[in-house]
């Protein structure tokens, strides 16, 4: 599957930004789908992600309460909306998508989209 991610920008700290991922090639309905961000200087690190059925969705405490991850199998594409944004949400946002994942980190998924900066001003 082809992931490409869109939505990213400049916002300033307390607002909101929906991240899109649009995939090609192969339906999403069969994929977990995860949402992962690196800032400059620190390694790739999970923000959100959905299962298959979207029915359960998984969080990082860091952004618990504030982003909400949802798939549109549809439309072949899961968002991410990230509401009260902070400065320390500024990196560039990664979605992925796996047939099956164990652990929501960076290494159990294959596929991956090209990434979107979002850039949160204080």
């Known amino acids: 599957v082809q992931l490409q991610a869109y939505g990213g920008g400049l916002v300033q700290a307390g607002g909101s930004l929906r991240l899109s991922c649009a995939a090609s090639g192969r339906t999403i309905s069969n994929y977990f789908m995860g949402w992962f961000r690196q800032a400059p200087g620190k390694e790739r690190e999970f923000v959100a992600g959905i299962n298959r059925s979207g029915g359960n969705t998984y969080y990082a405490d860091s952004v618990k309460g504030r982003f909400t991850i949802s798939r549109d199998d549809a439309k072949n594409t899961v968002n991410l909306q990230m509401n009260s944004l902070k400065p320390e949400d500024t990196a560039v946002y990664y979605c992925?998508?796996?047939?099956?994942?164990?652990?929501?980190?960076?290494?159990?998924?294959?596929?991956w989209g090209q990434g979107t900066q979002v850039t949160v001003s204080s």
């Open positions: 992925a998508a796996n047939a099956y994942v164990s652990t929501w980190s960076s290494v159990s998924f294959g596929s």
